[in-house]
């Protein structure tokens, strides 16, 4: 079975290794020069992989998306992600804060390791390849360099991210070709936490609506 994978990011590399490990042949696409670039950005404040708590109040953490999420960290929960990441060579830690992190807060070595275990397993990677759509006969329709190509696959796999930080790869545009095509889409919405701050003047006419630097500066804290 030869399954395409459309973006290269950290949930498109796992659906990859999830196929090639089912017996599947696998072609990642991805519409950037490399993959992963959101998950290095990631990475620059110190990569949070998973939670050290217990896996009640950790399923709490998920509201109404809890009976979603409960059977799948049933079969890949924390432990095993740690389990995963070391089997790449990278070793974790728990933090103060009881957030588990890469030993040296990087993103870039586990990546590396990753794509490597992943070509050495038979993924084969096309960048610089935008998904467009399909055409009449349903073949994947990808925007490259060298201008359009139409690709075929049993299945495809559609791994595009949400629609933050467009620079590195993910604009949301998928939402548009979904629609197209009637498959309902609930709209993008941010995903992370809210909460409201008492912003100076200064800093709400210079920097309202930039995103923030999430991330940043929290390990003084976690390493103490
Ligand atoms: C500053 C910052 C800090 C973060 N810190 C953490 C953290 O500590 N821990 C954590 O777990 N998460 C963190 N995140 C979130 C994490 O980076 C994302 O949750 C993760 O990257 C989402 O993975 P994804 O594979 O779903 O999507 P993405 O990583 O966005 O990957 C989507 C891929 O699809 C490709 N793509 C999109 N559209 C097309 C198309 N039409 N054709 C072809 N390819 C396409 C993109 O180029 C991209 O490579 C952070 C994010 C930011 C911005």
């Not at 999420?69 to 070793?91: K, T």
């Not at 359009?148 to 604009?171: E, M, Q």
């Not at 197209?180 to 709209?187: F, H, L, S, T, Y």
Request: proline residues 5%.
């Amino acid at each position: 079975m030869n399954i395409v994978v459309i973006g290269g990011g950290p949930a498109g590399l796992m659906a990859a290794e999830a196929a090639i490990s089912r017996g599947a042949r696998v072609d990642v696409y991805d519409a950037m020069a490399s993959v992963g670039r959101k998950f290095l950005l990631a990475g620059k404040g110190g990569l949070n992989l998973t939670h050290s708590e217990s896996a009640e109040s950790f399923l709490g953490r998920y509201g109404e998306r809890r009976r979603h999420i409960q059977p799948l960290l049933a079969r890949f929960g924390p432990e095993a992600l740690r389990e995963w990441a070391r089997g790449l060579g990278i070793l974790t830690f728990v933090g103060t804060s009881g957030r588990v992190f890469p030993s040296d807060l990087k993103s870039a070595p586990l990546l590396r390791a990753w794509l490597r275990r992943l070509r050495q397993s038979g993924a084969i990677f096309h960048m610089r390849h935008r998904w467009c759509g399909w055409n009449e006969s349903g073949a994947l329709r990808f925007s490259t360099p060298q201008g359009d190509r139409l690709v075929s696959a049993d299945a495809v796999i559609l791994a595009l991210g949400g629609g933050s930080w467009p620079r590195f790869g993910s604009n949301g545009a998928w939402v548009g070709l979904l629609i197209e095509r009637g498959v309902p889409v609930e709209p993008l919405e941010p995903a992370n936490c809210g909460f409201d701050v008492n912003w100076s003047q200064h800093l709400r006419e210079r920097f309202a609506g930039h995103p923030s630097e999430t991330g940043r500066g929290f390990w003084h804290d976690e390493r103490g």
